[in-house]
Nanobody, 121 residues
Framework: QVQLVESGGGLVQAGGSLRLSCEAS????????MGWFRQAPAKEREFVAV????????YHADSVKGRFTISRDNAKNTAYLQMNSLKPEDTAVYYC??????????????WGQGTQVTVSS
């Protein structure tokens, strides 16, 4: 079982930036695929980005491509989501997730508690 703790959320103006962090414990981090998801009020949770075990492969949802970047530091057991050019529609609770399946966008078994990101116009 993996424990995940997100941090870095907050209130930012449109056009601004935030970096979310997700610290993992309880399992060998470098063997986990890491993903970020988000859920806005009254909407379903949606996939944002995923990164492979080594960090060599990433994939971002079209809605964030070119603005958000997922990365990881296996020495620190931490995954990141750098969010630039934020828009009000990016407002959501952001969750990190871990999987033992390579580069999956669906098969995540461990989830963090979420961190709120609010973008004002």
């Amino acid at each position: 079982q993996v424990q995940l703790v997100e941090s870095g959320g907050g209130l930012v103006q449109a056009g601004g930036s935030l970096r979310l962090s997700c610290e993992a414990s309880g399992r060998t981090f470098s063997r986990l695929t890491m993903g970020w998801f988000r859920q806005a009020p009254a909407k379903e949770r949606e996939f944002v980005a995923v990164i492979s075990w080594s960090g060599g492969s990433t994939y971002h949802a079209d809605s964030v491509k070119g603005r958000f970047t997922i990365s990881r530091d296996n020495a620190k057991n931490t995954a990141y989501l750098q969010m630039n050019s934020l828009k009000p529609e990016d407002t959501a609770v952001y969750y990190c997730a871990a999987s033992t399946t390579a580069m999956t966008m669906k098969d995540f078994s461990s989830w963090g508690q979420g961190t709120q990101v609010t973008v004002s116009s």
